[in-house]
């Protein structure tokens, strides 16, 4: 939980490896099993490793966009919009395939009470990085209205794997 002047917002920070990778798809349902309180006020942002229509670029082309629709599912049951500038590019790759991987998934909450929120992607700062900085900034509208839940948990049924595989201590 972030607490501003404004009122108070979750802040989750996500990273899914490739989807080449063995451990995709344990990353993709510990993400995918998080539930945000209904009517939080709450950002999901990060790395995802996922392409899709509805942030790739439109010189990606048509893909196997097969890995990315149980993370669009997941936003949709969450309300989560991705907020990202449409089709901008955080993703350079050496073959010169650039794609969008970095999003800012805002809940529909925050947006009716932040409408002037903003994403601006800069390849200009120090790094050897192949991803751009995304910055996400917002102005309230007026002042936020508390939650009326938790924060965000696991889903009770999968705390308990969730913890053991990603929690060692």
């Known amino acids: 939980?972030?607490?501003t002047t404004a009122g108070t917002f979750n802040l989750l920070n996500a990273?899914?490896?490739p989807s080449t990778s063995p451990t995709t798809q344990e990353g993709l349902n510990a993400i995918c099993s998080i539930q945000l309180p209904a009517l939080s006020n709450s950002a999901v942002v990060?790395?995802?490793n996922r392409h899709h229509p509805d942030w790739s670029p439109p010189t990606f082309g048509q893909r196997d966009f097969t890995h990315s629709h149980h993370l669009v599912a997941w936003c949709a049951e969450q309300g989560l919009s991705c907020v990202n500038p449409p089709g901008v590019i955080t993703h350079t790759w050496?073959?010169?395939r650039d794609s969008t991987l970095d999003l800012v998934l805002v809940s529909d909450h925050f947006l009716d009470s932040f409408p002037d929120e903003e994403v601006q992607v800069s390849w200009d700062w120090p790094s050897a990085s192949d991803h751009a900085l995304l910055t996400w900034s917002y102005s309230p509208l007026s002042t936020?209205?508390?939650?009326p839940l938790s924060p965000p948990r696991i889903d009770p049924s999968k705390e308990e794997e969730y913890t053991r595989r990603w929690n060692p201590l």
């Open 1 to 3: 939980n972030i607490a």
């Open 15 to 17: 990273y899914l490896p």
């Open 46 to 48: 990060g790395d995802f």
């Open 94 to 96: 050496h073959e010169g």
């Open 144 to 147: 936020l209205t508390p939650d």
